[in-house]
């Protein structure tokens, strides 16, 4: 059972443009989001994340939003740069973090 | 301060075999929790331990199994190793402990990369 799914395994984006990676889930208990990226050969490093009471968080460049109506969650990268290029894991938390498949974000100069 | 610290980084096994792997949190941490990562699969985990013991625990076989000594560092074993044991494996560690409510960061090793031939 998958609680947490990203349904895009892949995304390629031209640099400076917007970079809009998805997240859905189905547990309506989980009580925060977080996005984690990793790069080959590394472990993923925490991003940014919402708490399930808010609808936006900001941090530089990377917003997250969420829309618990849909159980929908989104990371927003503006604008994207080359260095953005990894796997982006959305992870949810309810007495345990459960991760979604990732997707790996390929940004072009 | 060190990051989390995973060894070895890589191992090659034969079906059959045990193997162990090794995870140092970093300092003040004292849960400890171990994933696997395999392609298409995102991070399936495996379990948790806080204060030695453990508090959670993934839908692995009983071949899959860990320890945290009273350091807090942790140990994961799998025994009678499968072809599709070969995966990465990667630790992490947080500050606070169970019941894990809100913002659980979790700080990542590097991983051990598992190949089973």
């Known amino acids: 059972d998958q609680q947490v799914k990203q349904n895009s395994p892949s995304l390629s984006v031209q640099e400076g443009r917007i970079s809009i990676l998805n997240c859905d889930y189905t547990?309506?208990?989980?009580?925060?989001f977080l996005w984690y990226k990793k790069y080959p050969a590394e472990g993923p490093t925490f991003l940014i994340s919402?708490?399930?009471?808010?609808d936006k968080n900001e941090d530089g460049r990377f917003t997250v939003f969420l829309n618990k109506s849909a159980k929908h969650l989104s990371l927003h990268i503006v604008p994207s740069q080359p260095g953005d290029s990894a796997v982006y894991f959305c992870a949810a938390n309810y007495g345990k973090l459960t991760f979604g498949q990732g997707t790996i974000l390929t940004v072009h100069p | 301060k060190a990051g989390v610290t995973q060894t070895p980084r890589y191992l090659i096994k034969t079906r059959g075999q045990q193997v162990t792997l090794s995870c140092s949190p970093i300092s003040g941490h004292r849960s400890v929790s171990w994933y696997q990562q395999t392609p298409g699969q995102g991070l399936q985990f495996l379990f948790e331990?806080?204060?030695?013991?453990?508090?959670n625990k993934g839908n692995f076989p009983g071949r899959f199994s860990g320890r945290q000594f009273s350091n807090s560092r942790s140990e994961m074993n799998v025994s009678t190793l499968e072809l599709g044991d070969s995966a990465l494996y990667l630790c992490?560690?947080?500050?606070?402990?169970?019941?894990?409510?809100?913002?659980?960061?979790?700080?990542f090793g590097a991983g051990t990369r598992l190949s089973v031939l």
């Open positions: 331990y806080f204060s030695e013991t453990q508090r």
């Open positions: 919402i708490s399930s009471i808010k």
């Open positions: 547990n309506s208990m989980f009580d925060y």
């Open positions: 992490a560690s947080s500050l606070i402990g169970p019941p894990y409510q809100g913002k659980n960061i979790q700080y």
